[in-house]
T-cell receptor
């Protein structure tokens, strides 16, 4: 069975700070990896995804993630956050059904 | 270009009543997934359906919960005799009928069920 672990439950940052959210998964087969974001009051939106190829994936809104197969990790990064990045972030893995991490709430202070 | 539609957005039911949640997938999508998000937890997979078929219901509670995706109309998640522990946000997602490597799922806004 797949499992996804997100290291931080709540992260508080100031604007312009760098963000890194950890994600580790356990799954023996070929995986598809995703980061979703849920802004307050809105539904889940896809930030970025990894299926194969270049392990450094660039997504929307300046986010990127790096797949490190040997570490079973898919960490999300953004060099300089904005207040509008305040949201909940979910890492997910799937073969055909998504397994989500518990989520990380990111609060960016203006 | 409508996305995944869910209704109602908010649903209040008393213990023992039935809750019926609807999901219309994106146009051209024939795969539907239901997830539940309990307070302070991440989303948990419940069921995966294609038109007229349940493919995987391993995440569904054995009793009181059922799901369908008929040939015509939306997918329905039905919860009979609701209890307070059913209070949660229920999300539907859909994906297109493509081969492996295209399992990107598009999510609806969710239905927040409150059982009083």
């Amino acid at each position: 069975a797949q499992s996804v672990s997100q290291h931080n439950h709540h992260v508080i940052l100031s604007e312009a700070a760098s963000l890194e959210l950890g994600c580790n998964y356990s799954y023996g087969g070929t995986v598809n990896l995703f980061w979703y974001v849920q802004y307050p009051g809105q539904h889940l939106q896809l930030l970025l995804k990894y299926f194969s190829g270049d392990p450094l994936v660039k997504g929307i809104k300046g986010f990127e993630a790096e797949f490190i197969k040997s570490k079973f990790s898919f960490n999300l990064r953004k060099p300089s956050v904005q207040w509008s990045d305040t949201a909940e972030y979910f890492c997910a893995v799937n073969d055909y059904k998504l397994s989500f991490g518990a989520g990380t709430t990111v609060t960016v202070r203006a | 270009n409508a996305g995944v539609m869910q209704n109602p957005r908010h649903l209040v039911r008393r213990r023992g009543q039935e809750a019926r949640l609807r999901c219309s997938p994106m146009k051209g999508h024939s795969h539907v997934y239901w997830y539940r998000q309990l307070p302070e937890e991440g989303l948990k997979f419940m069921v995966y359906l294609q038109k007229e078929n349940i493919i995987d219901e391993s995440g569904m509670p054995k009793e009181r919960f059922s799901a369908e995706f008929p040939k015509e109309g939306p997918s329905i998640l039905r919860i009979q005799q609701v209890v307070r522990g059913d209070s949660a946000a229920y999300f539907c997602a859909s994906s297109p009928e493509q081969g492996r490597g295209s399992y990107e799922q598009y999510f609806g806004p969710g239905t927040r069920l409150t059982v009083t």
